[in-house]
């Protein structure tokens, strides 16, 4: 079966330090990945998504990159921490390739909880 | 963009009651998904739609979507403490898919 971890579950980080979160999926091969920001008590936001080895697409400007330097692992990264970067990050896979396709949901990871202080 | 906008952001309900949590889109959509996440947790995939007029039920759940395909809902009956968390549907488009705000709901027993 499919799972995903993402690591670390929380995170208090100083501004200006650099951040890397990683996430992994086992269990199936050329996943879509993708990163979303949670903030307090809101929806989720978009922030970069893969569909293969070296691919990144990026939604929003912003303070943080993204890498997929292997199938199955997805990188958030950033240089300096903004205060305003604080929120739950969190990771996701699908096996959609064409949008109506099949009934593939996403499925989480279980997120990591970013404080910048 | 795309956007998708959800209704109510928050609803309490009484246990036993029913409630339904309302989803539009700015655009036609492929399909729509809805999600539930529960207090501290992260989301978790409950159901996909994908014809239009489509309705899918789950135990108490049921899901509709739109003739346009512009519109869903979710529509619980007899509501239980376990219901408890936010609901956030979610509209497909390529290969990404855009969030609604979420329906928080809380219940009183």
């Known amino acids: 079966s499919q799972t995903i971890h993402q690591w670390p579950a929380t995170l208090v980080q100083p501004v200006g330090s650099p951040l890397s979160l990683e996430c992994t999926v086992e269990g199936t091969s050329n996943p879509n990945l993708y990163w979303y920001r949670q903030a307090a008590g809101r929806g989720l936001q978009l922030l970069f998504y893969s569909v293969g080895i070296g691919q990144i697409s990026s939604e929003v400007p912003q303070n943080l990159s993204a890498s997929r330097p292997q199938d199955r692992q997805f990188i958030l990264s950033s240089k300096k921490l903004l205060l305003s970067d604080s929120g739950f990050y969190l990771c996701a896979w699908s096996l959609e390739r064409t949008a109506g396709t099949g009934n593939y949901g996403y499925t989480f990871g279980s997120g990591t909880r970013l404080t910048v202080v | ?109």
């Open chain 2, 1 to 109: 963009g795309q956007q998708v906008m959800q209704i109510p952001q928050y609803q309490h309900v009484q246990e036993g009651e029913d409630f339904t949590t309302y989803c539009n889109s700015s655009t036609t959509l492929s399909n729509i998904q809805w999600y539930k996440q529960r207090p501290g947790g992260h989301p978790v995939f409950l159901i996909q739609l994908v014809k239009s007029g489509e309705v899918k039920k789950q135990k108490r759940l049921t899901f509709q979507f739109g003739e346009a395909k512009k519109n869903s809902s979710l529509h619980i009956t007899a509501t239980q403490t376990t219901d408890v968390g936010t609901y956030f549907c979610a509209g497909r488009h390529d290969y990404k898919l855009s969030f609604g705000a979420g329906t928080t709901v809380t219940v009183r027993a």
